[in-house]
């Protein structure tokens, strides 16, 4: 059975940085295209970032762009979300998910075939 697992969640002040982690067992997610969601109280899930298979293309929300940086591993079936300069409206649950068809930069939650269950993080202020 495909299971998606995301890490590297947690507290952190404003200013500072995170690295989550997406791997998964049961699925190759080098066969993918791959992205990060994220959902804060009361809000929609909203895509974050987006990459290709190969990785020659990425994409970000605007309200992250040149903050966060989005990279996988094929070899280790690891994605990774690298996070800096963070600010409290950051403070959600993030989501790794795995694309099959459909447009990445989309980001829209339906077309996703696997999800993980989620890593939380928080930026205090």
């Known amino acids: 059975q495909a299971q998606v697992v995301e890490s590297g969640g947690g507290l952190v002040q404003a200013g500072g940085s995170l690295r989550l982690s997406c791997t998964a067992s049961g699925l190759t997610l080098s066969k993918y295209n791959m992205a990060w969601f994220r959902q804060a109280p009361g809000k929609e899930r909203e895509g974050v970032s987006g990459?290709?298979?190969?990785?020659?293309?990425?994409y970000y929300a605007d309200s992250v762009k040149g903050r966060f940086t989005i990279s996988r591993d094929n070899a280790k079936n690891t994605v990774y979300l690298q996070m800096d300069s963070l600010k409290p409206e950051d403070t959600a649950m993030y989501y790794c998910?795995?694309?099959?068809?459909?447009?990445?930069?989309?980001?829209?939650?339906?077309?996703?075939?696997?999800w993980g269950q989620g890593t939380q993080v928080t930026v205090s202020s």
């Open positions: 990459i290709t298979v190969t990785a020659r293309a990425t």
């Open positions: 998910a795995a694309l099959t068809n459909g447009n990445l930069r989309d980001f829209r939650p339906s077309a996703f075939d696997y």
